[in-house]
């Protein structure tokens, strides 16, 4: 199979991009990346060498471009976006160009070019929240913030292409992301790369939102079974039903540096903060997939990661701390 990954210089791109060439021999993989802020050629040097990656610079809200690039694949998988719920609080514009727009233009290329399968990435930040049980697929969106409310109406675009065009689309909606490269910008990664130079870490209001944690790698594999395995037109929940709160979150993280909880800056809590994110995983399992990695087990693995790569954070949280954003996402 030939794929287009758009976005795989991104953290869960750049993990799916190395997944799929180290399971599946004869794929190929072509990286179409506007390399933002988010995005890093790093991420991928260890691939880069690989005769059957390559990379090309553009933007998903590019007609010809996208065109160009998408010309002679089988499939494509779109994890290209803008994802931090702080940075949408601030301004949407992006949001909507990148997280709509953009999608719309992959999905007339899509038609244009009779390309076989089309995947959107999602997130389980598109449900809302929910205070007792999971949401299904079938269930209602209700977005609370304008980066989950940007990826729904992507979401409602996919699924309309299908119904009124026939386009071969499927939709996954992950919980939450974690392991190595990802921006430090982003909860855990900013944690522990506070820790490791000795700074408390900022936790939003009470901290007892409730979050379920999915390790970048056990998504990656997930993604590709709905690849390979979904069906047309479905939509995949993903998750490996560990749920924390984001205190719970943070002691763990803490007792692996043997911190106290001296090191909690209490923050005032971020707008239209959901409190609980909670999926029903069953569809996607029932396609073979299960997830491989406990959250202890992740936490692990990714704070090793961080400590044993800081010259791949430390210039990203510099910028990051320059740009005066707030710097946690849950």
Same mark, same amino acid.
């Given at each position: 199979?030939?794929?287009?990954?758009?976005?795989?210089? @991104? =953290?869960? &791109?750049?993990?799916?991009?190395?997944?799929?060439?180290?399971?599946?021999?004869?794929?190929?993989?072509?990286?179409?990346?506007?390399?933002?802020?988010?995005?890093?050629?790093?991420?991928?040097?260890?691939?880069?060498?690989?005769?059957?990656?390559?990379?090309?610079?553009?933007?998903?809200?590019?007609?010809?471009?996208?065109?160009?690039?998408?010309?002679?694949?089988?499939?494509?998988?779109?994890?290209?976006?803008?994802?931090?719920?702080?940075?949408?609080?601030?301004?949407?514009?992006? =949001?909507?160009?990148?997280?709509?727009?953009?999608?719309?233009?992959?999905?007339?290329?899509?038609?244009?070019?009779?390309? &076989?399968?089309?995947?959107?990435?999602?997130?389980?930040?598109?449900? @809302?929240?929910?205070?007792?049980?999971?949401?299904?697929?079938?269930?209602?969106?209700?977005?609370?913030?304008?980066?989950?409310?940007?990826?729904?109406?992507?979401?409602?675009?996919?699924?309309?292409?299908?119904?009124?065009?026939?386009?071969?689309?499927?939709?996954?909606?992950?919980?939450?992301?974690?392991?190595?490269y990802q921006f430090p910008e982003k909860v855990l990664p900013l944690f522990v790369?506070?820790?490791?130079?000795?700074?408390?870490?900022?936790?939003?209001?009470?901290?007892?939102?409730?979050?379920?944690?999915? =390790?970048?790698?056990?998504?990656?594999?997930?993604?590709?079974?709905?690849?390979?395995?979904?069906?047309? @037109?479905?939509?995949?929940?993903?998750?490996?039903?560990?749920?924390?709160?984001?205190?719970?979150?943070?002691?763990?993280?803490?007792?692996?540096?043997?911190?106290?909880?001296?090191?909690?800056?209490?923050?005032?809590?971020?707008?239209?903060?959901?409190?609980?994110?909670?999926?029903?995983?069953?569809?996607?399992?029932?396609?073979?997939?299960?997830?491989?990695?406990?959250?202890?087990?992740?936490?692990?693995?990714?704070?090793?990661?961080?400590?044993?790569?800081?010259?791949?954070?430390?210039?990203?949280?510099?910028?990051?701390?320059?740009?005066?954003?707030?710097?946690?996402?849950?």
């Amino acid at each position: 199979m030939r794929i287009l990954v758009t976005g795989g210089c @991104g =953290f869960i &791109g750049s993990n799916f991009v190395r997944h799929v060439l180290r399971t599946h021999p004869e794929d190929s993989v072509t990286n179409f990346d506007r390399l933002t802020y988010a995005g890093n050629p790093s991420n991928l040097a260890d691939v880069d060498t690989d005769p059957r990656y390559s990379f090309v610079k553009g933007d998903i809200c590019d007609a010809a471009a996208v065109r160009e690039a998408l010309a002679g694949h089988d499939a494509v998988v779109n994890f290209a976006a803008e994802t931090h719920v702080d940075r949408s609080i601030l301004g949407a514009g992006e =949001f909507v160009r990148t997280n709509v727009a953009g999608v719309q233009t992959l999905l007339d290329a899509v038609r244009e070019l009779g390309i &076989g399968r089309y995947v959107q990435i999602s997130t389980d930040e598109t449900y @809302g929240s929910r205070a007792e049980g999971s949401f299904v697929e079938t269930d209602a969106l209700a977005p609370n913030n304008p980066y989950s409310a940007s990826k729904a109406g992507a979401d409602l675009l996919v699924r309309s292409y299908h119904v009124t065009h026939g386009s071969p689309v499927l939709v996954v909606r992950p919980s939450n992301n974690y392991g190595p490269y990802q921006f430090p910008e982003k909860v855990l990664p900013l944690f522990v790369t506070n820790l490791i130079d000795g700074f408390p870490v900022p936790l939003y209001g009470d901290g007892g939102n409730v979050r379920d944690w999915l =390790f970048v790698e056990d998504n990656a594999a997930a993604i590709d079974t709905v690849l390979r395995a979904g069906s047309e @037109g479905e939509i995949y929940n993903v998750t490996p039903k560990q749920e924390v709160t984001n205190l719970e979150l943070t002691r763990k993280v803490l007792d692996a540096f043997g911190a106290g909880e001296d090191m909690i800056r209490r923050v005032p809590d971020r707008p239209g903060h959901d409190r609980r994110y909670s999926i029903d995983g069953s569809k996607v399992r029932a396609l073979g997939w299960t997830p491989q990695v406990a959250l202890d087990a992740g936490l692990a693995r990714t704070i090793a990661w961080y400590r044993d790569n800081e010259s791949w954070w430390r210039p990203l949280k510099a910028a990051a701390k320059d740009a005066a954003l707030p710097t946690t996402r849950s």
